[in-house]
């Protein structure tokens, strides 16, 4: 028998939705009854499926690439919702919109009137810190904080009403718990990780994994495995280790899971001693299966195959053979399907394996209920008042201030008194997108206002909330009336949101070299003022300057959609009794440097505050002086604008006379007449570049440019002989003048006409170019106040994709002895 827990469902009409093959267990078709043995049942039906209809099952497209009539026609396993994907691609699609598009989507996997073989689909979502993907769901405390609250009873419960606000929308399956061991705080999924200690990440995995499931929902455990032990915290990078302590360390979360009968597993984008993870079959069939006794069914990462030597995203037999049993393929499903089939013809993959890997799926899809559940709707409809229940999201406050870790408490200065006078300043002050971090609403968590968050709380509201109860006053984005005295200042800062790849760092310096909070907080430590600094993170960084300058430190973490839980333990009662003590303990060191001291390969293991550290409103402990001195200034002076999305300060927008100003979210956006559009692309990786498309049916001049609030001097960028360089495409020639911008607060500006030039570029050929910003700053730009560092204009017909912008001092392998452009490279 196998390990896996089968859960009490009743059994509907299986012989009409599975052709005649009636599940083991089952008396009658008609009755109430419990499918007692899913290996049986799927076993009798995998006896029943052709070569296609078996292949069909190992495929996973996304829903923006998948049909109801592809489900139908090509009888896909799965589907799943990428971040940012929604249904009718519409951001505030309602839970009935994601519960018709499910209903959709069962109806058509089971309807065998064009050769499927009727065999319900299962679809996937990254519901990793609550069911992130819709709007007005309860977004818990990222990972991070979640360890930090060292409570794996509260983490259980959390992912038990995850799984319930899923299950609403008519979702089968959830892509967590992730079960990395951070070691590296540069790696952008830090906040993914619980704990730097393997013993934490496994003492939630078993809990997380038995709540979710005890719902209903598939869970999965990942990414298998090392994904938190890359060089220098590179995201899909390589883990060198021996095996020993892979398992033991970055495998440890593993163990628990799967005696806890966790039925997914997911493989990891990283490498193993220069092997990637997805065509490792030592890691993936004989550990998993052999050594750690998993007997469910692995699933590729988003297009994690193409990562293998000799591999595209839709043709990799080396993956099948290694062990993954389902692709995921959002895009190229179809040829991987075709492919695969192909394969197994030629013999390059035997029909065994397919045999082997569809009847663990159609195991998991027994055990799960998911064969006898029916319309997805009548499941989760009656769930629907749990999404953002008020139940949810007093368990998400809970969980808020659990989280927080007291760095420092000078002169006792918090819990703070509710009555008294306050000003609140700090990007981070009124902005739950930015409290929410990556993996919210949309991928990289980006393109987010309040108004995305019905019944959410910033932090903002939180302190107003605490202060107002008691007769005191908040103050922000507003004037302090004369004669009033204020009792302190509270700053909200830190990382806005982030997701894989796009959130790697070279350094944990904070803002280095500009430091612009830290010049916030001496603004009032010059004027004597108390300072309470709320740090927004998804993972520890080297901050010594600004808890220097800082009365009280506190490390919030990405607290989620609930942020007045921060004020709750911030602030005293009323009464002057403490309201909620700090219980929170670093889960990982908090770093006293910036790089490593001799390698800046090697991960910092200098420490400022112990893993296990935090301070009680009660504590007299004394934080020493940090030391502020940097050990490693930056490589160079180069500002990234774009890299996979916008970088540091600068966000993308588009516009035309209509309106200059039109954001650009994270898929995309287009001008008011939509004569000009930005779409989201993939180059060298996921979603790491836009199309940029003038339609020229309108007339009028349209504009894609990066734009910051505060300018930025880039002086000594053109003092150095610096340049602007950028990677592009163009898919059609411009018909009308191509004009490239620098700005410095318009109308401050220099323009440059670059229509020759790309006329002059080969098509559907990637090219880095560069222009000097001498070259700029000859057409008019003052560049010590750059407000937006790359404009580009037409107004005819014109395609271009855009995949880097950055302003860099030095370029190699280029002259940068004329304007307006010279080509740096070729890139085919």
């Not at 393929?329 to 040829?335: A, I, L």
Request: glycine share 10%; hydrophobic share 40%; net charge negative.
């Amino acid at each position: 028998m196998s390990k896996l827990r089968v859960f009490a469902v009743v059994t509907l009409s299986v012989v009409s939705v599975l052709g005649g093959v009636l599940a083991a267990g089952c008396t009658s078709p008609s009755e109430p009854s419990v499918t007692s043995d899913p290996e049986q049942a799927a076993k009798a039906l995998l006896a029943t499926l052709s070569l296609e209809q078996k292949v069909g099952q190992m495929i996973q497209g996304e829903i923006s690439q998948v049909t109801p009539d592809d489900l139908r026609k090509y009888g896909l396993g799965s589907v799943l919702n990428g971040g940012g994907s929604f249904p009718g691609g519409e951001k505030r699609a309602s839970i009935d919109d994601w519960l018709a598009l499910a209903d959709a989507y069962y109806l058509s996997s089971i309807d065998t009137t064009q050769g499927n073989a009727g065999i319900p689909v299962i679809w996937g979502t990254d519901a990793v810190h609550g069911h992130n993907n819709v709007v007005g769901a309860t977004i818990f405390p990222h990972n991070i904080g979640l360890g930090a609250a060292g409570d794996p009873t509260l983490v259980a419960a959390i992912s038990g009403a995850t799984a319930r606000e899923v299950k609403a929308t008519g979702i089968d399956w959830i892509f967590a718990p992730t079960v990395a061991v951070a070691r590296d705080y540069r790696w952008g999924r830090t906040y993914e990780s619980y704990s730097s200690d393997a013993a934490v990440v496994a003492s939630y995995a078993g809990g997380m994994v038995e709540a979710m499931q005890a719902e209903g929902i598939v869970a999965t455990t990942k990414h298998f495995v090392g994904d938190g032990a890359t060089v220098s915290g590179v995201d899909r990078g390589d883990t060198r280790l021996a095996l020993e302590e892979l398992i033991e360390v970055h495998g440890a979360g593993y163990k628990p899971a799967i005696a806890a009968g966790v039925q997914t597993v997911m493989a990891s984008f990283n490498s193993w001693n220069g092997e990637k993870v997805h065509g490792n079959k030592a890691l993936l069939t004989d550990v998993l299966r052999g050594d750690l006794g998993f007997d469910g069914f692995v699933v590729s990462d988003w297009n994690g195959i193409g990562e293998v030597e000799g591999c595209t995203d839709d043709d990799c037999p080396q993956a099948i053979n290694a062990g993954i049993d389902m692709v995921m393929v959002p895009q190229d499903w179809r040829s991987a399907l075709d492919n695969l089939v192909a394969q197994v013809r030629a013999g390059v993959v035997s029909e065994a394996r397919i045999d082997e890997a569809v009847l663990r799926i159609l195991k998991i899809k027994f055990a799960s209920g998911l064969m006898e559940r029916g319309l997805p709707s009548k499941i989760g409809r009656p769930l629907q008042s749990q999404v953002g229940s008020q139940d949810h999201r007093a368990l998400a406050r809970e969980a808020v201030r659990r989280s927080l870790v007291l760095l420092k408490n000078e002169k006792g200065l918090l819990p703070l008194d509710p009555a008294g006078q306050y000003l609140v300043v700090g990007e981070g002050a009124d902005n739950i997108g930015m409290q929410s971090g990556g993996w919210t609403i949309s991928w990289q968590g980006t393109g987010n206002s309040n108004e995305d968050f019905p019944n959410g709380t910033s932090l903002l509201d939180g302190f107003v909330e605490q202060v107002s109860k008691a007769g005191g006053k908040v103050y922000h984005n507003e004037p302090i009336p004369d004669g009033v005295e204020i009792d302190g200042v509270i700053a909200v800062f830190g990382e806005t949101p982030y997701a894989e790849m796009q959130g790697d760092i070279s350094s944990l310096a904070w803002q280095q070299p500009d430091f612009s909070d830290l010049a916030l907080l001496k603004q009032y430590q010059a004027q004597g003022l108390s300072i309470v600094s709320v740090f927004l993170s998804g993972r520890p960084l080297w901050v010594n300057r600004e808890i220097n300058a800082s009365s009280a430190f506190v490390a919030a973490w990405l607290p989620g959609s609930e942020g007045a839980g921060v004020a709750e333990v911030l602030f005293r009662n009323p009464d002057g009794s403490v309201q909620n003590e700090f219980v929170g303990r670093l889960p990982m060191s908090w770093p006293s440097a910036d790089i490593h001291a001799n390698d800046r390969s090697l991960a910092v293991v200098d420490t400022a505050f112990s893993r296990g550290y935090g301070l009680t409103t009660e504590a007299v402990e004394t934080v020493a002086a940090l030391p502020e001195a940097p050990r490693g200034e930056a490589l160079s002076l180069d500002r990234p604008v774009f890299a996979g999305g916008a970088r540091g300060p600068w966000r993308l927008y588009l516009g035309n006379e209509l309106d200059w100003a039109v954001a650009s979210g994270p898929r995309g956006g287009a001008t008011r007449d939509e004569q000009l559009a930005v779409s989201v692309i993939d180059h060298r990786v996921q979603e790491d570049a836009r199309r940029l498309e003038w339609s020229g049916n309108g007339g009028r001049s349209s504009q894609v440019y990066f734009r910051t609030d505060n300018p930025i001097n880039v002086s000594d960028l053109s003092t150095s002989g610096g340049a602007m360089v950028f990677e592009i495409r163009l898919g059609q020639q411009p018909i009308e003048p191509v004009k490239l911008r620098m700005d410095c607060l318009w109308p401050c500006s220099g323009e440059l006409d670059v229509t020759q030039q790309f006329e002059d570029l080969e098509l559907a050929a990637w090219h880095r170019l560069a222009i000097p910003l001498a070259c700029f700053e000859a057409a008019g730009t003052d560049m010590s106040a750059v407000d937006v560092p790359f404009l580009m204009s037409t107004s005819g017909a014109f395609s271009v994709d855009l995949a880097e912008v950055t302003l860099v001092e030095k370029i190699s392998e280029a002259s940068l002895l004329s304007c307006p452009i010279k080509e740096v490279a070729s890139l085919n």
